[in-house]
């Protein structure tokens, strides 16, 4: 059975540099700060007043729509932490030596993509779309340029880039596993997915705009493949091979 991929060229359809990725967050930040987009894309997600997905839906199914995913996302990195250890024992270590790198690659995925994401979210002070008047908040929406231009320092948010999300999108770290190209793609579309699944449903309860989800996917895949791309988790001769 062969094996296929490479840091450099990604997952087969992806170029795999993070300064693109690094890049393209720089673009959304911009976006984020024309509001007249993101309150675009959020349209739909807002009628006659209220939330597609209401307080009340949120607090009922708490439990499953958001508590769930990240649980999940918690015992996966928990797994390949195990069989990353594990591959280090006389029994296991022939068995588990190509699962090695990708196993720290998706351990360190899962815990450095999130905790980025929230650590700037700290500095960047956006609020939530609910949280602004045109959504029947208090404070109006003033993208963080704007904000930093006018006043110099950011506001009192912590919404920008998005957090929840960001942990369906380490997800995507799944790809540097050894095995063939078309469960490779299968398994990074299954991040991208878990990602926007829990992003969209942050948008709709007026959470997070467009702009902040799309960041966060960004950021993502710029430490995902800068992971990739230091450890060599998914190049020919780390393990996995061609």
């Known amino acids: 059975m062969a094996y296929s991929g490479s ?4 997952v087969g359809f992806l170029p795999g540099s993070p300064q693109l990725y690094l890049l393209a967050a720089l673009g959304c930040t911009i976006l984020e700060s024309i509001p007249i987009l993101d309150q675009i894309a959020q349209g739909p997600f807002f009628q006659q007043g209220e939330w597609l997905l209401s307080r009340a839906f949120h607090t009922q199914y708490k439990w499953l729509l958001y508590t769930t995913p990240k649980i999940l996302i918690g015992v996966t990195g928990a797994a390949f932490l195990f069989l990353f250890l594990a591959s280090f024992t006389a029994k296991y270590r022939s068995r588990l030596h190509a699962w090695r790198k990708p196993s720290l690659l998706i351990v360190s995925s899962i815990a450095l ?7 700037l979210k700290a500095l960047t002070g956006v609020y939530s779309p609910v949280d602004m008047t045109p959504y029947g908040g208090t404070q109006p929406h003033i993208g963080l340029l704007e904000q930093l231009w006018t006043y110099g320092v950011p506001s ?11 942990g369906g999108f380490a997800l995507m770290s799944l790809y540097s596993l050894p095995v063939q190209k078309r469960w490779k793609r299968l398994l990074f579309g299954f991040g991208l997915f878990a990602g926007w699944a829990m992003g969209l449903y942050q948008m709709a309860r007026g959470e997070h705009f467009l702009s902040h989800t799309l960041t966060a996917m960004f950021l993502a895949l710029a430490i995902i493949y800068a992971l990739d791309s230091f450890a060599g988790a998914s190049r020919p001769g780390s393990g996995i091979g061609r």
């Not at 840091?7 to 990604?10: H, L």
């Not at 009192?156 to 960001?166: K, L």
Request: glycine share 18%; proline share 9%; hydrophobic share 40%.
């Open 113 to 119: 993509v999130p905790l980025t994401v929230a650590s």
């Open 156 to 166: 009192g948010g912590r919404s920008f880039p998005a957090g929840h999300a960001s």
């Open 7 to 10: 840091a450099a060229r990604g």
